[in-house]
T-cell receptor
């Protein structure tokens, strides 16, 4: 099955700085890579996703890049704000795997004033 | 807005008790999932269902079972709770063939 590794487990940045979270996946048959944000006391929520036929995708201050050859993908948050503080999970889905996602272990992002 | 409702936010049970965790979604989603969240381990898939009365094992099904008698409801059952099942349980749903999972707020189970 698929295995997803995520780093770092914790990340602290100053407000206004950029934050980068990296994930690697094991199965080259994976074709869909979403990122979820989990705020305290809530369930995870999709913030951005990318499919294997695209190398980069942006949505305002967040962007995701995908390197299929190296089997890794990254989340980039620019101009971080206190409300970006949360746990972020990457995930991967195998082609033909229905909608079954394999998640990374999570990154606790803290944006300090 | 899509709403996934988990019946209990916090539960405390004793070892050996039978535990039911209920999840209801209101968006007519075909797919429903149960994940377990533990620090340092991320979200791990327990069971999922793509249709009524259908279920498939995820990555960590041991000690759990599920029931899906109606499209909107997916129940997770712990036949005999053990202390190593103390965890946060997250239910999610999605349309068939699409990527986005919609999660409930979670049920934190403590087994004493």
């Amino acid at each position: 099955g698929e295995n997803v590794e995520q780093h770092p487990s914790t990340l602290s940045v100053q407000e206004g700085d950029s934050a980068v979270i990296k994930c690697t996946y094991s199965d080259s048959a994976s074709n869909y890579f979403p990122w979820y944000k989990q705020e305290l006391g809530k369930g995870p929520q999709l913030i951005i996703d990318i499919r294997s036929n695209v190398g980069e995708k942006k949505d305002q201050r967040i962007a995701v890049t995908l390197n299929k050859t190296a089997k890794h993908f990254s989340l980039h948050i620019t101009e971080t704000q206190p409300e970006d503080s949360a746990v972020y999970f990457c995930a991967a889905r195998l082609t033909g795997g229905g909608n079954k996602l394999t998640f990374g272990t999570g990154t606790q992002l803290k944006v300090e004033l | 807005d899509v709403k996934v409702t988990q019946s209990s936010r916090y539960l405390v049970k004793r070892t050996g008790e039978k535990v039911f965790l209920e999840c209801v979604q209101d968006m007519d989603h075909e797919n429903m999932f149960w994940y377990r969240q533990d620090p340092g381990l991320g979200l791990r898939l327990i069971y999922f269902s793509y249709d009524v009365k259908m279920k498939e094992k995820g990555d960590i099904p041991e000690g759990y079972s599920v029931s899906r008698e109606k499209k909107e409801r997916f129940s997770l059952i712990l036949e005999s709770a053990s202390t190593n099942q103390t965890s946060m349980y997250l239910c999610a749903s999605s349309f068939r063939g699409t990527g986005e999972l919609f999660f409930g707020e979670g049920s934190r189970l403590t087994v004493l």
